[in-house]
């Protein structure tokens, strides 16, 4: 039985992967109404720190057994 901490990785690297595409969707395709700080594109920051999380807990949890 794996632990909790092994499908939170999972989880977290999946929408990290899915933020960051929207981010760079947005980077790539211009919004009309942009907000104040959106010229920093924090998508592209937060799904490159949720892919990183996810992949530390996936690793350090993938050969423990419960």
């Not at 990785?9 to 992967?17: D, E, Q, R, S």
């Not at 929207?22 to 490159?48: C, D, F, R």
Request: charge should be positive; hydrophobic fraction near 60%; glycine fraction near 8%.
């Amino acid at each position: 039985m794996k632990p909790i901490w092994y499908f939170v990785g999972i989880l977290l690297f999946v929408m990290g992967v899915i933020v960051e595409a929207a981010g760079v969707y947005m980077w790539i395709v211009p919004q009309e109404k942009t907000t104040v700080l959106s010229e920093i594109h924090p998508n592209i920051w937060w799904g490159l720190i949720m892919m990183a999380a996810g992949l530390v807990y996936f690793i350090r949890n993938k050969n423990k057994v419960v």
